[in-house]
């Protein structure tokens, strides 16, 4: 039973491509995270949804465009790929009220 | 949210009491000292947070000194799976403004022998 759970878990594509990753959270919880991690470590968070509803948006390209069709679901797309866009991406989850955050296995961006 | 320092790595052997310290000179009253953990190639995940007082639960404990400029994660019995980089957060609760967004540092490696 995974709780938060990303697809793919791998991805290589080329340069300018579109690509998307997929979340999904089984845990009814309101809030979903983006967060990146690249190739120092270094964690970031990118995008926050709360009932579907967009509120944090960090500083972030705009060919990058987070979805949240219903409150389990928060995809994100990007377009016109570039090579400093590989990275690891992950997804988390957060229930109402609390402050624990609960992340997903992680998807691996690596851009030719 | 304040910044926090943490030492780039740590070892421990296997059984014995990891103590991973955190600094964070600069914490207001209201700002929560979280812990995470990044086992390698897998996603972060909460360990346990705390205001003023001691806390403790079936992962560690967190000792955070009297003036709060500095705290403590306990693993009381480290295991070889316990071996990841932990991260100290502070910021406030989550709420308001707030969102739960989480900032990282670059962590602590903390690295359990046989």
Redesign the interface.
Same mark, same amino acid.
């Given at each position: 039973d995974t709780a938060?759970s990303q697809t793919p878990k791998y991805l290589v594509t080329q340069m300018g491509n579109d690509k998307s990753i997929k979340c999904e959270q089984n845990l009814g919880h309101d809030?979903m995270?983006w967060?990146k991690q690249d190739s120092k470590? *270094?964690?970031?968070?990118m995008f926050?949804y709360?009932n579907k509803e967009l509120?944090?948006n960090e500083t972030v390209p705009n060919r990058f465009s987070p979805k949240s069709p219903d409150k389990a679901h928060l995809n994100l797309h990007i377009n016109s790929l570039e090579l400093g866009d590989s990275a690891v991406y *992950?997804c988390?989850s957060?229930p109402q009220?609390?402050?624990?955050?609960? *992340?997903?296995?992680?998807t691996r961006l690596t851009v030719l | 949210d304040a910044k926090t320092t943490q030492p780039p790595s740590m070892d421990c052997a296997e059984g014995r009491a990891a103590n991973l310290p955190c600094n964070h000179s600069t914490i207001s009253g209201n700002e929560y000292v979280y812990w995470y953990r990044q086992i390698h190639s897998q996603g972060p995940q909460y360990i346990i947070h705390g205001l003023k007082n001691n806390e403790t639960n079936e992962m560690a404990s967190l000792i955070i000194t009297e003036d709060r400029k500095s705290s403590t994660l306990i693993l009381p019995h480290a295991t070889l799976r316990d071996t990841a980089v932990y991260y100290c957060i502070v910021r406030f609760q989550t709420g308001g403004t707030s969102y739960g967004k989480l900032t990282f540092g670059q962590g602590t490696i903390l690295t359990v022998h046989p």
């Open positions: 938060v809030t995270y967060y470590k *270094f964690l970031k968070i926050s709360n509120i944090i *992950f988390a957060r009220g609390a402050d624990e955050q609960f *992340f997903g296995p992680g | -």
